[in-house]
């Protein structure tokens, strides 16, 4: 059964470096998004991507955040000086063109410290 | 403004007892879905059901079922005869129609914390 796919499952960087966030989404697929989820707490959209560009985003997706697809099979999740606030857990998801389902990916730990 | 209401934060029940856990949204789409995810200690997130907002009738999957009411914005979720394995965190979520050129974001209830011991 095709999946969505993560990497790093864990990723530690000091405060001020820059990270990337790699998914694979389920090859077909048209949307595309990027949640995080601090411990303990809900989860919390961050961004949609269709037709290679941002549909819609939140308002903790500031400037410090980009995303891209860069080869057509990965989705990128780029911040540029991380904080100590950006530890949490970062879950890719896709959704194709006639569903309304969203299939999460494993999600990747980022602890800025 | 969208918003999803879990109001059990944990539930502890011995195995085989049934279990419901309540979800009650706020939206003001006339056409919206509803959806149900579980986060076992794993941490990923498994899709569970998606329902319509059309569409009120109740579905049962084996000992899963969801109640679904317009009426009181409400969309539960009924385990029957739990088992240990059903130990997670469960989040309803909520989103709009599809957008035109996009895509339809969740906004995730804050879960409920399922604990089913022996």
């Known amino acids: 059964e095709p999946e969505v796919t993560q990497t790093p499952s864990h990723q530690v960087t000091q405060m001020g470096q820059e990270v990337i966030l790699r998914c694979v989404p389920i090859?077909?697929?048209?949307?595309f998004y990027w949640y995080r989820q601090i411990l303990g707490q809900k989860v919390e959209f961050l961004v949609s991507?269709?037709?290679?560009?941002?549909?819609?985003k939140s308002e903790i997706f500031d400037d410090q955040f980009s995303v891209e697809r860069p080869d057509g099979s990965n989705f990128t999740l780029k911040i540029r000086s991380t904080k100590l606030e950006d530890s949490a857990m970062y879950f890719c998801?896709?959704?194709?063109?006639?569903?309304?389902?969203?299939?999460f990916g494993p999600g990747t730990r980022l602890t800025v410290t | 403004a969208q918003k999803v209401t879990q109001a059990q934060t944990e539930i502890s029940v011995v195995e085989k007892e049934d279990v419901t856990l309540d979800c009650v949204y706020e939206?003001?789409?006339?056409?919206?879905?509803l959806f149900w995810y579980k986060q076992p200690p794993s941490g990923e997130l498994v899709f569970l059901i998606r329902?319509?907002?059309?569409?009120?009738q109740n579905e049962i999957s084996g000992r899963y079922s969801w109640n679904f009411q317009k009426s009181t914005s409400s969309f539960n979720f009924t385990i029957t005869a739990s088992q240990v394995v059903d130990s997670a965190v469960y989040f309803c979520?909520?989103?709009?129609?599809?957008?035109?050129?996009?895509?339809?974001?969740?906004?995730f209830g804050t879960g409920t914390q399922l604990k089913v011991e022996l």
């Open positions: 329902r319509n907002s059309f569409d009120e």
């Open positions: 991507f269709y037709n290679n560009e941002i549909s819609e």
């Open positions: 939206t003001r789409d006339t056409t919206y879905y």
């Open positions: 998801a896709s959704q194709s063109g006639y569903s309304y389902e969203q299939y």
């Open positions: 090859s077909n697929h048209l949307y």
């Open positions: 979520a909520l989103s709009e129609a599809l957008i035109t050129g996009g895509g339809n974001k969740l906004t």
